[in-house]
């Protein structure tokens, strides 16, 4: 087995006026558009629940919570990553450290890093500090909706 692995994952969502807009497991405060999806629509844990299941090449999220099963409508984002952790701890590895990268254009998130960074990091049961968050504008290229890339380094939790 190997003593490292990387995980990288991506999620996208179409943004709607009236909705709630969840990132990392926050509710971003003064958002105008939230994310048109079956669940929650938190495109941070989407992709970092991916980047998960891809370090140990377990497939992705759509295999298990498919979306057009009614027992995943407004499934809470936060137990769709708890459940791929435990997978994950349960081949014996552990979240080492994570970057993420937000491409968004509004509202400007640079002032909800630290909160962003520590609600992943208890998600994850990491230190703040392994949690790295970038944010981007698509300039103007993509503004109805919000993308997220997210690299996880997998280390085995023996050590
Ligand atoms: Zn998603």
Redesign the pocket.
């Given at each position: 087995m190997l003593a490292y692995r990387i995980g990288y994952g991506e999620?996208?969502?179409r943004l709607e006026a009236g909705r709630d807009l969840w990132l990392g497991g926050l509710k971003i405060p003064d958002a105008l558009h939230g994310?048109v999806?079956h669940?929650d629509?938190?495109?941070v844990l989407?992709?970092l629940a991916d980047a998960l299941l891809s370090g140990l090449a377990l497939g992705d999220i759509g295999q298990y919570f498919p979306d057009n099963d009614p027992a995943n409508a407004g499934l809470d984002?936060a137990t769709i990553l708890r459940r791929c952790l435990e997978l994950v701890r349960g081949r014996g590895y552990a979240p080492l450290n994570v970057a993420l990268v937000v491409t968004l254009d509004r509202p400007k998130l640079g002032g909800l890093r630290p909160d962003i960074a520590a609600s992943v990091a208890e998600l994850l049961t990491l230190d703040r500090a392994e949690v790295g968050v970038s944010f981007k504008t698509s300039e103007g290229l993509a503004t109805g909706h919000v993308q997220v890339r997210a690299t996880v380094l997998l280390g085995r939790a023996d050590g």
């Amino acid at each position: 087995m190997l003593a490292y692995r990387i995980g990288y994952g991506e999620d996208a969502h179409r943004l709607e006026a009236g909705r709630d807009l969840w990132l990392g497991g926050l509710k971003i405060p003064d958002a105008l558009h939230g994310a048109v999806a079956h669940s929650d629509g938190d495109a941070v844990l989407h992709a970092l629940a991916d980047a998960l299941l891809s370090g140990l090449a377990l497939g992705d999220i759509g295999q298990y919570f498919p979306d057009n099963d009614p027992a995943n409508a407004g499934l809470d984002s936060a137990t769709i990553l708890r459940r791929c952790l435990e997978l994950v701890r349960g081949r014996g590895y552990a979240p080492l450290n994570v970057a993420l990268v937000v491409t968004l254009d509004r509202p400007k998130l640079g002032g909800l890093r630290p909160d962003i960074a520590a609600s992943v990091a208890e998600l994850l049961t990491l230190d703040r500090a392994e949690v790295g968050v970038s944010f981007k504008t698509s300039e103007g290229l993509a503004t109805g909706h919000v993308q997220v890339r997210a690299t996880v380094l997998l280390g085995r939790a023996d050590g």
